[in-house]
């Protein structure tokens, strides 16, 4: 017999339409002889309310208490889901984070996972029973109750995986798989059946909400192979699994697996700092120190003896960052501070991209062809990215995807549900 884990996304529990849905679909996994446990998100866009609602009460709310508040959309949807299992027969038990033992680091809103302990979802199983988890969630190590970060229940439902050795786990969501692009920005995006866990683990790293990142992670570290597919079609997805699995074989390494964008970053620029060992460091550090995220950083050649710093970060973290920013660029006598939030990365990710030269000339001359400045560049082995305005966004994304022959010539045909 195998088990499954099974994660369910917001829209896919969006309503009590929905929920029944999904609940008849794990009653026919069931009777087709699978055992399952089964992460849900909170309903839809339960948890962009709750943060609008606690930012209506408070301009900077605890982080701690903002845990508390978002950690009740994923309890509403585990409860709800049970009761709707409950009514076709199946017998099904809901569990938070805590109660499940997923104990995480002490950072509230973008906890780790440290541990998996596991055992009353074990019982459950044992006892015939589908575990329903609360997605996003954890206990920390102080004993306190810890958010994954946005999207977070990916991580719960891999983790899950990885700790109960599942066979799979599949990531029902509201389109049919992982796709060349956003099928939302690119209506010719084409479904790709298999992708290793390393051009995935950089598709995330991009920016791809598909897949939160810390999944694709734990995927990849305890060779958890993940479906990605739909709760509206129930059709086969994308396998994302290791290099050596038996689904890669024959395959080819395409030289590009898909064009990747994020305007979740804002970019702060220091200026006018002394070019002399040690700025870097103590700029970053006091930014790691505070948990911020780092992600593409550049600094300017020096004019007279002074540099200009930029390098994004998650917009969740500016408020964060603009203070420590703010006393470093004093302590460094800087020439100021500026923040920008219209800005969009964008990045082209493939494995073959190793050994095939010129890509990042290619995407440079189609993004100049198509008016579209490049602010920053950062690369890896498998992937190049720019940061250009925001509102060239979709423009460069489309254009790209046509520029590397990733056109499928249909439009994307499965639903795509307006996500209220
Ligand atoms: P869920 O609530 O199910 O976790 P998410 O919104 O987190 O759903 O992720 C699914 C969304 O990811 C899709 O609706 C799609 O717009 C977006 N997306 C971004 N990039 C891709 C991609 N390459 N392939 C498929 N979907 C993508
Ligand atoms: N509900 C959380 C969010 O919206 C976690 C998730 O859906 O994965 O980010
Ligand atoms: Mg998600």
């Given at each position: 017999m195998s088990l499954i884990v099974q994660k369910y996304g917001g829209t896919s529990v969006a309503d009590p339409e929905r929920m029944r849905n999904v609940a008849r679909h794990i009653a026919a996994t069931r009777a087709a002889g699978h055992d399952l446990v089964v992460v849900v998100s909170a309903m839809g866009k339960a948890t962009d309310n709750l943060l609008q609602l606690a930012h209506q009460v408070s301009t900077n709310p605890p982080s701690r208490e903002m845990d508390m508040l978002l950690t009740t959309g994923e309890r509403i949807s585990m409860a709800l889901l049970c009761m709707a299992l409950h009514d076709v027969g199946v017998d099904a038990m809901s569990f938070t984070g805590s109660q499940v033992g997923i104990i995480t680091d002490?950072?509230?809103?973008k906890a780790k996972i440290?541990?998996?302990?596991?055992d009353r979802v074990r019982a459950a199983v044992a006892d015939g029973k589908v575990a329903v988890v609360a997605g996003f969630q954890g206990i920390s190590t102080a004993k306190e109750i810890t958010t994954l970060g946005r999207g977070g229940s990916d991580t719960t439902a891999v983790a899950l995986a990885a700790a109960l050795r599942a066979d799979s786990c599949e990531i029902y969501t509201d389109v049919t798989g992982v796709f060349t692009a956003d099928p939302r920005v690119v209506s010719q995006a084409r479904k790709i059946p298999v992708l290793q866990f390393d051009e995935m683990l950089e598709m995330a790293g991009a920016g791809?909400?598909?897949?939160a990142l810390r999944s694709v992670e734990f995927a990849r570290n305890h060779d958890v192979p993940i479906h990605v597919r739909s709760s509206f079609t129930w059709e086969e997805g994308t396998w994302v699994v290791?290099?050596?699995?038996?689904?890669?074989?024959?395959m080819e390494e395409p030289v590009i697996s898909g064009v990747v964008q994020d305007a979740s970053e804002a970019k702060l620029t220091i200026l006018a700092?002394?070019?002399?060992?040690?700025v870097s460091a103590a700029l970053f550090e006091a930014l790691a120190g505070a948990n911020v995220n780092v992600d593409m950083i550049v600094q300017n050649t020096s004019t007279a003896g002074t540099t200009d710093i930029s390098f994004t970060v998650p917009k969740a973290d500016v408020k964060t960052a603009e203070p420590i920013v703010s006393r470093i660029g004093k302590e460094l006598k800087a020439g100021g501070v500026t923040h920008d939030e219209d800005i969009a990365k964008i990045s082209l990710v493939g494995a073959g991209m190793k050994t095939s030269p010129g890509v990042a000339a290619k995407m440079f001359r189609v993004l100049a062809d198509n008016g579209v400045n490049i602010e920053m560049i950062s690369t890896s082995t498998i992937r190049v990215s720019v940061v250009v305005r925001a509102a060239m966004m979709q423009k460069a994304v489309q254009a790209l995807h046509s520029a590397f022959g990733l056109?499928?010539?249909?439009?994307?045909?499965a639903p795509l549900p307006e996500r209220k």
């Open positions: 002490t950072v509230h809103t440290l541990e998996v302990k596991g791809s909400k598909v897949l290791g290099r050596n699995h038996e689904r890669m074989k024959n700092v002394p070019d002399r060992p040690g056109d499928s010539g249909d439009d994307y045909s």
